[in-house]
């Protein structure tokens, strides 16, 4: 079994000292799930939501915590991020969200990947709950990584799901 990386020799909480580590390509893809009732779905597509589009507010408010992971997560590495980029689908079931970050450094990027996506599933449902409360996030994953000395790592798709 691996050792957690985030306990010190003493067993306590630390931050991963990455400073012996090769700066690296980093990339790694996130996503989420928000899913909503027929109506909701509706009124998203005819654009009838009560605060505004909510595919654009939600990938401009995960890029912005992608931005400030390190802020939210308490042992992430605070990352110079040189690309993020969330896109936003209207599905027959709801939304499908992906989020993308990518970084030149010593710790990979799947943290900030992952907080988007899921930032991002959240600013959907505020903006869309006046339509349906019962609305459920779900599925937020890393789809893809790559860099960093553990390797690639790239989800197996599930036969006719995406």
């Known amino acids: 079994m691996k050792k957690l990386s985030h306990l010190n020799q003493d067993g306590r909480v630390a931050m991963v000292d990455t ?63 040189t690309h993020v980029d969330v896109r936003a689908e209207l599905r027959e079931d709801g939304i499908y969200l992906e989020a993308e970050a990518a970084t030149q450094a010593q710790t990979g990027v799947e943290m900030e990947a992952l907080t988007a996506a899921a930032v991002a599933a959240l600013t959907v449902y505020d903006m869309c709950k006046a339509v349906d409360k019962a609305m459920t996030i779900t599925d937020v994953r890393l789809e893809k990584k790559t860099g960093g000395k553990s390797g690639d790592y790239e989800r197996q798709k599930v036969k006719g799901k995406r």
């Open 19 to 81: 400073s012996a580590k090769k700066i690296t390509a980093r990339r790694a893809v996130a996503s989420a799930r928000v899913l909503m009732s027929p109506e909701a779905v509706a009124a998203v597509r005819e654009g009838r939501t009560p605060k505004g589009d909510p595919l654009e507010t939600a990938r401009l408010a995960g890029i912005m915590a992608a931005k400030r992971t390190a802020e939210l997560i308490p042992l992430c590495h605070t990352l110079a991020l």
